[in-house]
């Protein structure tokens, strides 16, 4: 099965913030990689798919980049809605796996 | 209105059975692959098994494989996911989902103690 590395765990940032979480793919997967936002009590929710285009309705502050074995999401400009785990899916192929999740907390 | 309702969820001893379900309705349910998506309490996401829209692709995880059972009646708008020999570490709230269009329920709580 694939691994998919996600750093960091967590991190601490501020409103207004430029925050970047990673995925490290443990084989090239191509762009078959989408991130999730998850807040407590609630199903994830689709931010990007195709390691780079942005779901319908979702900010644009948010952006994805990378393929083959790394990816990056990106929030442009931390908003206090933001804060929540975020976590990396790979669907190249079977199993999929998500990353382990990273929690973005309020500095 | 797009909804996904499961249930079935329930405390079991270890080693019984469960079957979840899942309901889904306001979206073509029989064109969509689907998949069931656990949690465990303070754990991160983890993908159990697909079933594509005829039945005719289906995928578990390692961890259920040879114990948990996808499957579906289009019929009935349903999805179901029988699980056999349950463990301490198939405890977990989860998910009924279409990945693919981003629809998902609001889980159904497995706990699995003696």
């Known amino acids: 099965a694939i691994q998919m590395t996600q750093s960091p765990s967590s991190l601490s940032a501020s409103v207004g913030d430029r925050v970047t979480v990673t995925c490290r793919a443990s084989?090239?997967?191509?762009?078959?990689l989408g991130w999730y936002q998850q807040k407590p009590g609630k199903a994830p929710k689709l931010l990007i798919y195709?390691?780079?285009s942005l779901q319908s309705g979702v900010p644009l502050r948010f952006s994805g980049s990378g393929s083959g074995t790394n990816f990056t999401l990106t929030i442009s400009s931390l908003q206090p809605e933001d804060f929540a785990t975020y976590y990396c899916?790979?669907?190249?192929?079977?199993?999929?796996?998500f990353g382990q999740g990273t929690k973005v907390e309020i500095k | 209105e797009v909804q996904l309702v499961e249930s079935g969820g329930d405390l079991v001893q270890p080693g019984r059975s469960l079957r979840l379900s899942c309901v889904a309705s306001?979206?073509?349910?029989?064109?969509?692959?689907m998949h069931w998506v656990r949690q465990a309490p303070g754990k991160g996401l983890e993908w159990v098994s697909s079933?594509?829209?005829?039945?005719?692709?289906?995928r578990y995880a390692d961890s259920v494989k040879g114990r948990f059972t996808i499957s579906r009646d289009n019929a009935k708008n349903s999805l179901y996911l029988q699980m056999n020999s349950l463990r301490s570490e198939d405890m977990a709230l989860y998910y009924c989902?279409?990945?693919?269009?981003?629809?998902w329920g609001q889980g159904t709580l497995v706990s699995v103690s003696s």
């Open positions: 079933i594509s829209w005829n039945s005719g692709t289906i």
């Open positions: 899916l790979q669907d190249y192929n079977y199993p999929w796996t």
């Open positions: 195709a390691a780079s």
């Open positions: 084989q090239g997967i191509r762009n078959d």
């Open positions: 306001g979206f073509t349910f029989d064109t969509y692959a």
């Open positions: 989902a279409a990945l693919g269009s981003d629809y």
